[in-house]
Each structure stands twice: as structure tokens, then as C-alpha cells.
């Protein structure tokens, strides 16, 4: 068995069903309790230091952290999280979406424990799943504050917009969550993206090279001998008024040919 299948079977046995509704509900719960005993998200950011001292639970507990306080804020996030999430699964299948959340967590806390910063976020990791989705239905239209359709991939370029501005102007704890969260992302399409390209510049040379063939033809050509301006470019070639569609004959034969239109009402054509 290869290391791949005996990963491929850990995460089959320990896959959760459905983790955007668990995400979603481990959130929600702990912007609940924030309300009843103010301070209690304090304890849930991946603070490395906290971490060696003991506090374990940061190393999961960070994936919980609510992406705001504004209860209005978070609703559509969390309804966001919950379409994109089962989206993701019904394409994906459960596995896929839990190694996807898992290669995000590994590098968040790799990260946090790595380079000398006092936390990292996990918000960036998540919403990375909205890029996900828009890479893979980017013609999609969603409807922004339930009025405004928007094709998915202008929103995910929003988004990667934001990433953009975090990782050059944020500080140092958000730059290494947006790295994580962009990382993540490549893992799973660096393939695809490739290809996309590849697929792009053989369109962008054939359609080159069948412009080039048109700009290359001749303009002209005779229905009768096959002359054509290019070839014979002392010959006229004029076009018959009285045939079907645009005949282009020579000086030879514009006036000595069976114009088409009474051929075919000879032979009892329509």
C-alpha cells in the first residue's frame, strides 16, 4: 500500500461528515458564550506561546473563532460557509473536503510554530473555500445581500484582492495566514491552473494560426479556372449579380458560365 492510499484510508476513517455545518455550529456556539461570559474567545486564538505552556485546546480551537463579533456580520458569513462548504462536498465528496481543511490547519500551526509570530487566523484557510468554489463554478451567479446577482468569479476576485493588499500591507501574523490559506489553495489546483493555461495558449495559437490562413487566402478566386488574385493578379475578377450568393468569376468567365441559381432551377431544384 503507498503512503498515499494509507493516507487516503486514515482520512476515510476519520473524515467528519459535513464540516461546514460544524464549523458553522462550533462558531456559532462560541459567539453565544461570548455574549453570556465576555472574554471566553480570548482562549481560542493559536498563540504558540500559550500552547507550549499547555493550553492545548488552541490548536484546534482557533478554527472556532467566530470571524466577528457583529452577530449580523457573521450570519452571512456562516450562510456563506454553509453553501460553499456542502457545495464543495457534493463536488468533492467528504474525504476531499476534510484533507482540504486539514492541509490548511497543518500549515496554519506549522506556520504559528515555525516563524516568530504571536498568533495566526484561520478565517483566511476557511473563506479559501469560497475561492475553491469559484475556481471550480466560476460562471456561478450568487445574489450579494439577497438583491445584486454576481458571478462568482468577480467575487472570488474580490477576494483575491483582499488576500493581496493583506499579504503586502497586513502585519506579520496576517500575512502568514493569508500564505496558508493561499498555499492550501495550490495544493489542490496548482494542477488545474496549469492546465487552464496550457489549454488558454494552444486556444490563443490556433485561433492565431487560423487568423494568419484568413489573412493568407486569396481575396478572390474564380468558381470556373480556380484563378485567384494572388496567383494571377493581372486578371480582373468581378462578382455575377445573377448567380446565388457571392460567385467570384475571372475576366475569362464572368461572362461565360452557368450561373448557379439557373442551374439548379433546370435540374428542378429548389
Request: glycine share 6%.
Amino acid at each position: 500500500m503507498t503512503p498515499r492510499q494509507r493516507l487516503n484510508r486514515l482520512l476515510e476513517a476519520t473524515a467528519v461528515p459535513r464540516p461546514a455545518i460544524f464549523l458553522v455550529g462550533g462558531q456559532a456556539l462560541m459567539l453565544l458564550l461570548e455574549a453570556i461570559r465576555p472574554g471566553i474567545i480570548e482562549a481560542l486564538p493559536l498563540v504558540p506561546t500559550l500552547v507550549l505552556e499547555g493550553q492545548w485546546w488552541r490548536l484546534i480551537s482557533f478554527f472556532f473563532l467566530p470571524p466577528s463579533l457583529n452577530p449580523i456580520w457573521c450570519f452571512l458569513t456562516w450562510m456563506m460557509l454553509f453553501f460553499v462548504g456542502n457545495a464543495l462536498e457534493g463536488h468533492w465528496g467528504t474525504v476531499r473536503l476534510n484533507g482540504y481543511l486539514l492541509v490548511g490547519w497543518v500549515l496554519a500551526a506549522a506556520a504559528a510554530f515555525l516563524l516568530p509570530v504571536h498568533f495566526v487566523f484561520a478565517h483566511y484557510v476557511i473563506f479559501s473555500l469560497f475561492l475553491a468554489f469559484a475556481f471550480l463554478a466560476p460562471e456561478l451567479e450568487m445574489m450579494v445581500f439577497f438583491v445584486l446577482p454576481v458571478k462568482v468569479k468577480w467575487l472570488a476576485l474580490a477576494q483575491w484582492l483582499w488576500y493581496g493588499l493583506d499579504l503586502i500591507r497586513g502585519p506579520l501574523e496576517v500575512r502568514v495566514s493569508v500564505a496558508a490559506a493561499v498555499l492550501t489553495f495550490m495544493a489542490f489546483f496548482w494542477g488545474d491552473i496549469v492546465q487552464r493555461v496550457r489549454g488558454q495558449g494552444r486556444r490563443l495559437a490556433h485561433a492565431q494560426t487560423m487568423r494568419a490562413a484568413e489573412d493568407s487566402a486569396p481575396r478572390h478566386t474564380c468558381r470556373v479556372c480556380g484563378k485567384n488574385s494572388e496567383t494571377h493578379r493581372e486578371l480582373d475578377f468581378r462578382y455575377c449579380s445573377k448567380c446565388e450568393g457571392e460567385a467570384c468569376y475571372c475576366s475569362e468567365h464572368i461572362r461565360n458560365h452557368e450561373h448557379i441559381g439557373l442551374a439548379r432551377l433546370a435540374k428542378g431544384e429548389k
